[in-house]
């Protein structure tokens, strides 16, 4: 995936340098890393993203799947293989239940 000719050949590129080869504004880079979990750049001593040739590389299948190939953010998860949803912890899982079968019931008492 990393072979990509769209990517020069170095190792670490900075959010503005991915940002010009993506074609895309820095906050869009952001937003896709609290959007999609496999895209996690690291960061250096100064505390600025460092991209991997891998990371660009998601970057650039990203952008391909949204703006090329007309994905939403979640049909573009889908089709990295990303879980749609986000994994909800047992205790939330539960009060989601619990107010799921409240409002039913109030619901159901409305339409009565």
């Not at 895209?39 to 949204?66: C, E, N, Q, T």
């Not at 990303?82 to 539960?94: D, S």
């Amino acid at each position: 995936m990393s072979d990509d000719p769209r990517i020069p050949d170095k190792q670490y590129f900075r959010i503005g340098e991915v940002a010009r080869l993506a074609d895309v504004k820095p906050h869009v880079l952001r937003f896709w890393e609290s959007e999609f979990g496999s895209l996690r750049p690291g960061k250096a001593k100064s505390g600025h993203r460092v991209y991997s040739r891998s990371d660009v590389a998601m970057v650039l299948r990203i952008r391909d799947l949204l703006y090329e190939q007309g994905y939403t953010i979640a049909g573009a998860r889908g089709q990295l293989g990303e879980a749609v949803l986000t994994e909800i912890p047992a205790h939330t899982r539960e009060v989601l239940r619990v107010v799921r079968n409240e409002v039913l019931e109030l619901l159901r008492l409305v339409e009565e």
